[in-house]
């Protein structure tokens, strides 16, 4: 049985996708058991194959490569542990003027923000177009995902620092005992938000 995705990417971003000499788009289809096929002109991708998980994450990696990740970056997502998360702004704003001032929250002051999350988290943050997206650990990428949501609803930089050194800490620990705090992000979130 053969499974079929069919998605747009920025036609800017096209080339990064086929790569030089077609070097890129031969190593997802490799990595992934998948066929690519690539409009250049409209930015459409038509991913095919037969393992549907296999296929997913040749999608995953199409998709970042698209929302400006580099395609090393992008080919994390071959490792199990890895994940991919997007967040549209249009969903905390309508209006293309806030667009703007949301990627400045996320971004901060000479990259200081995106940095910080990036660096707490051990994840990569790309902010494209209308979208934020994260690349990391499943999670890592849940910390760094609640922490940018909070600057998109709007709250101060230092309470999203406070809750990003907190949730630092709780992972390491985690990390050295062996238990998964998942669970427990959304929790403090809320905590936070409230």
């Avoid at 998605?7 to 800017?12: F, S, T, Y």
């Avoid at 002109?41 to 929302?67: C, M, P, Q, Y």
Wanted: include cysteine; aromatic fraction near 8%; charge should be positive.
């Amino acid at each position: 049985m053969e499974f079929r995705y069919e998605l747009r990417v920025p036609k800017d971003r096209v080339a990064v996708v086929v790569g030089a000499k077609g070097t890129v788009k031969r190593r997802i289809e490799t990595e992934t058991e998948s066929k690519i096929e690539i409009d250049s002109k409209e930015g459409d991708v038509f991913i095919s194959g037969n393992d549907g998980i296999k296929l997913n994450v040749a999608k995953e990696i199409v998709l970042a490569i698209g929302r400006g990740f580099n395609p090393e970056t992008a080919m994390l997502l071959l490792r199990s542990d890895y994940m991919f998360e997007m967040l549209s702004l249009n969903d905390y704003s309508k209006h293309k003027n806030h667009h703007l001032r949301l990627k400045g929250r996320v971004i901060g002051k000479e990259g200081r923000s995106r940095t910080y999350i990036e660096q707490t988290c051990e994840c990569f943050v790309s902010v494209y177009g209308k979208t934020v997206a994260i690349i990391g650990e499943v999670e890592r990428c849940a910390i760094a995902t609640q922490a940018i949501k909070m600057l998109l609803q709007g709250s101060p930089h230092a309470a999203v620092f406070k809750w990003l050194d907190k949730k630092g800490k709780t992972v390491k620990i985690n990390e050295l005992s062996g238990r998964d705090i998942s669970s427990s992000v959304k929790d403090d979130f809320q905590k936070y938000v409230e």
